[in-house]
């Protein structure tokens, strides 16, 4: 069974570009979180979709967006890039999500690699 | 945002000898997840805890749900080198998937 897959592995952009990531769940899965991680902040999360709907949303500004389409597969979107968003950023599947997300742990994919110069 | 304290910081043990590390928070948590981490992957469950006083295993792994919902530990019984790696803690407080991570706990088996 294929884990969670998360394209491209790494970017690099310039800041003030726009960048999108992409990620596919574990076959079955349909809640596809997003994470981010950095040396000083560790992993903090991002927000979570659950049959392409946002369930919840962590303490990050607008220009973080995501979406989540019929197939489980989500995207993520980060725009007018500054420097402080060089991280990785990991999306992580479940079984079920939102208020249906119990005894369902995630599962993580090998993240996405991105610097901002 | 919830702080979730993680000790040690970074452990260095001879290989065979028994880990334990743990997670404490100021929030009540309805599920605690075990996860390591290799550089350059991302993280891999290893345990996931759903009620109070719930002691799981898995192999060498053996993790508990502490009974005040507000910590969490795991033991790591006759370490390898293979054990090597970076160990955090998850809390979530709802029945969504917004988890809280600890700071993480580096731990270097050596031969």
């Known amino acids: 069974k294929a884990g969670v897959t998360q394209t491209p592995r790494y970017l690099i952009k310039t800041r003030g570009q726009q960048v999108t990531l992409s990620c596919s769940p574990i076959?079955?899965?349909?809640?596809v979180s997003w994470y981010q991680q950095t040396p000083g902040q560790g992993l903090q999360f991002l927000f979570e979709y659950f049959s392409e709907t946002q369930r919840n949303k962590g303490n990050f500004p607008g220009r973080f967006s995501g979406r989540q389409f019929s197939n489980s597969r989500s995207e993520m979107n980060v725009s007018t890039l500054e420097l402080g968003d060089s991280a990785l950023y990991l999306c992580?599947?479940?079984?079920?999500?939102?208020?249906?997300?119990?005894?369902?742990?995630?599962?993580f994919g090998n993240g996405t690699r991105l610097t901002v110069t | 945002g919830q702080q979730l304290n993680q000790s040690p910081q970074s452990m260095f043990i001879q290989e065979g000898e028994d880990v334990s590390m743990n997670c404490t928070s100021s929030?009540?948590?309805?599920?605690w997840l075990w996860y390591k981490q290799d550089p350059g992957e991302g993280p891999v469950l290893l345990i996931a805890l759903y009620k109070a006083g719930e002691l799981t295993s898995n192999g060498r792994l053996t993790a508990q749900f502490g009974i005040t919902r507000k910590d969490s530990f795991l033991n790591i019984s006759a370490s390898i080198p293979s054990d090597v790696g970076i160990y955090f803690c998850?809390?979530?407080?709802?029945?969504?998937?917004?988890?809280?991570f600890g700071t993480g706990t580096s731990l270097t088996v050596i031969p």
């Open positions: 076959s079955g899965h349909r809640s």
């Open positions: 992580a599947s479940s079984l079920f999500g939102g208020s249906q997300a119990v005894n369902s742990p995630l599962h």
């Open positions: 998850a809390g979530s407080t709802n029945t969504g998937n917004q988890f809280y």
């Open positions: 929030s009540i948590f309805n599920t």
